[in-house]
């Protein structure tokens, strides 16, 4: 489960009693068919204006739309696709252990994960992050990691 993606139904039932069981089972919006192009596209702009914010990790800004890691002083580093994805999430599970469980989904959806390629990847942030002394990326013996700061 992903409690903070927010999922839009789009449906042709139209009765007010299904609207509203999709709305308490937590739908930000209901779209009942048929429907205009323009507004799903602004439900969709609504909702996702937020993915590609800025975050801040320390002494460092993490761009996800650009995959730039930025220095306080302006030095920047172009993360790999994955990289980013990876320390996005734990950014948002600050000084909380993510399971790689929940690693592996976000980047292999699914797919059969590879443990050498997630090593690599935290291997790659870690070295990244060092600048800054107050970041550490510890690894949760059993669970996964955590990013704290």
């Given at each position: 489960m992903a409690p903070d993606i927010p999922v839009l139904f789009v449906s042709s039932y139209v009765e007010s009693a299904e609207v509203a069981r999709a709305l308490r089972a937590g739908a930000v919006a209901y779209l009942k068919k048929p429907f205009e192009l323009e507004e799903l596209l602004a439900y969709v702009q609504r909702y996702t204006s937020d993915a590609f914010a800025e975050i801040r990790i320390g002494h460092f800004t993490l761009?996800?739309?650009?995959?730039?890691?930025?220095?306080?002083?302006?030095?920047?580093?172009?993360?790999?696709?994955?990289?980013?994805?990876?320390?996005?999430?734990?950014?948002?599970?600050?000084?909380?252990?993510?399971?790689?469980?929940?690693?592996?989904?976000?980047?292999?959806?699914?797919?059969?994960?590879?443990?050498?390629?997630?090593?690599?990847?935290?291997?790659?942030?870690?070295?990244?992050?060092?600048?800054?002394?107050?970041?550490?990326?510890?690894?949760?013996?059993?669970?996964?990691?955590?990013?704290v700061w």
């Open positions: 761009n996800p739309k650009e995959r730039l890691l930025t220095t306080e002083t302006g030095e920047a580093r172009t993360l790999s696709l994955s990289e980013c994805k990876l320390l996005s999430l734990l950014a948002s599970h600050r000084n909380k252990a993510v399971t790689r469980a929940e690693i592996e989904d976000v980047l292999w959806q699914g797919e059969a994960a590879n443990e050498q390629s997630l090593n690599n990847f935290i291997a790659h942030l870690r070295k990244y992050l060092q600048e800054d002394k107050e970041i550490d990326l510890h690894t949760v013996k059993g669970v996964g990691y955590k990013l």
